[in-house]
């Protein structure tokens, strides 16, 4: 089925660890982001895309770092995790920068959990 | 970046019309309005995007006046399968920024 696939859903880390979050998405989309939610909160960008080899920070950059090689794939790299890392990661991806309309497509998220 | 401000919560009754409006003063030129919807333990769902004055889609209508510094989402004959928090983004599209969103409770 065409969207946003992410991996893993769930992800128990300690302290210190790094791990690599999984983001692919098969609708040929331009532009592809991160997000973070906290509990009772809205979605905070933490890095994004506009193309393969293009990256930027969002709002909430520190401790993750993203890489594009692909059109298809857009990884997020915890470095070395931290209980305030603790949250669902929401991966995105939208068809064009400047073609209005069809909005972000999300995928179902990755919850994680640094103790 | 244009900040958005809109309720927190609201209540409504299955098929009544529900309104939920967002402020947005200091919107840019190139700013679109965009509302999601998302359910718990799910990420947002697209729901409806406009620059100026009326966009409707089989869901929802978005309204926003010639001034752009507002706009209302609405959601024709609620169902309870509607609860869920809404948000409105406001910003280019390759910049959209989420708020803290509007819980909508629709009850029997």
């Known amino acids: 089925n065409a969207g946003v696939t992410q991996t893993p859903k769930f992800q128990v880390l300690k302290t210190g660890q790094s791990m690599t979050l999984q983001c692919a998405q098969d609708?040929?989309?331009?532009?592809m982001s991160w997000y973070r939610q906290d509990p009772g909160m809205g979605l905070r960008l933490i890095h994004y895309s506009v193309g393969a080899g293009i990256t930027d920070q969002g709002e909430v950059p520190n401790g993750y770092n993203v890489s594009r090689s692909t059109t298809e794939d857009f990884p997020l790299r915890l470095l070395s995790a931290a209980p305030s890392q603790t949250s669902v990661y929401f991966c995105?991806?939208?068809?064009?920068?400047?073609?209005?309309?069809?909005?972000?497509?999300f995928g179902s998220g990755t919850r994680l959990t640094v103790v | 970046l244009a900040k958005t401000t809109q309720p927190i919560s609201m209540d409504s009754y299955e098929g009544q019309e529900v309104n939920i409006t967002c402020s947005h003063n200091?919107?840019?030129?190139?700013?679109?309005i965009t509302w999601y919807q998302q359910f718990p333990s799910q990420g947002p769902r697209f729901i409806i995007q406009g620059y100026k004055t009326k966009v409707t889609n089989e869901v929802a209508s978005l309204f926003i006046p010639a001034d752009r510094k507002s706009s209302t989402l609405s959601l024709p004959r609620v169902s309870l399968s509607d609860t869920a928090v809404y948000y409105c983004?406001?910003?280019?599209?390759?910049?959209?920024?989420f708020g803290a969103g509007t819980r909508l409770t629709v009850k029997p």
């Open positions: 609708m040929n989309h331009e532009y």
């Open positions: 200091n919107i840019a030129t190139n700013d679109y």
């Open positions: 995105a991806s939208s068809y064009s920068l400047s073609v209005a309309g069809s909005g972000y497509t």
């Open positions: 983004l406001v910003g280019e599209v390759n910049d959209m920024r």
